[in-house]
């Protein structure tokens, strides 16, 4: 039972547009929503968090919304940049102060274009 | 700089033979996570430990082991009764303070 989907395996996006990576969950419990980008090869890497008590966070140009009566989150970059091109990751954590509770998505691979 | 380090990137192993992956930190954290990656699959923990000699199990422990003497190590034994071992292994550690994983660079095993 995957209760994080990311249903779009990729995107493609043109350099200096928007891009939106959507992801959804199915467990009310969760509280707290990250975002990881993983180059290949390499291990993913923090990009942004929400918790859920706000609705959205902006660091730069990713902004990541949260709407907790559709258990829908999205992470916006704009603008997107050829850097960019990764697989990102949401994840959901149920309030216990630990990774411990993580899950993961199944990642969305995005390629900016130049 | 600090960081996770994990060796060896790439790793070949014959079916049947134990084989142990590498993590070491040295960010001071006290929780250390193991996780497996499949292709188009999210990333599945198998082990974790929030301090030294502690450890439990997560979603996919069966057929592995790890170990926890020291703070800054975190190795994982996959074991010749893990059915499907090849795969991409990622070790992290956590920050408390925001939430957030740090991980290795993984390593890939593969076993024929």
């Known amino acids: 039972d995957q209760q994080v989907k990311q249903n779009s395996p990729s995107l493609s996006v043109q350099e200096g547009r928007i891009s939106i990576l959507n992801c959804d969950y199915t467990n009310s419990m969760f509280d707290y929503f990250l975002w990881y980008k993983k180059y290949p090869a390499e291990g993913p890497t923090f990009l942004i968090s929400?918790?859920?008590?706000?609705d959205k966070n902006e660091d730069g140009r990713f902004t990541v919304f949260l709407n907790k009566s559709a258990k829908h989150l999205s992470l916006h970059i704009v603008p997107s940049q050829p850097g960019d091109s990764a697989v990102y990751f949401c994840?959901?954590?149920?309030?216990?102060?630990?990774?411990?509770?993580?899950?993961f998505g199944t990642g969305t691979r995005l390629q900016v274009t130049l | 700089d600090g960081g996770i380090t994990q060796s060896p990137k790439y790793l070949f192993r014959k079916e049947g033979q134990n084989v142990t992956l590498s993590c070491e930190q040295n960010l001071n954290h006290d929780a250390m996570y193991w996780y497996r990656q499949d292709p188009g699959q999210g990333l599945r923990l198998i082990y974790y430990?929030?301090?030294?000699?502690?450890?439990q199990k997560g979603d996919i422990a069966e057929g592995y082991s790890v170990s926890r003497e020291k703070k800054e190590s975190f190795p994982l034994t996959v074991t010749s009764a893990q059915k499907n071992p090849t795969a991409f292994y990622l070790c992290a550690s956590e920050d408390l303070v925001y939430g957030a994983l740090h991980f290795g660079n993984g390593t890939r095993l593969t076993v024929t």
């Open positions: 994840a959901a954590s149920l309030n216990t102060g630990t990774a411990s509770k993580l899950t």
């Open positions: 430990s929030q301090i030294v000699n502690d450890f």
């Open positions: 929400i918790s859920s008590i706000k």
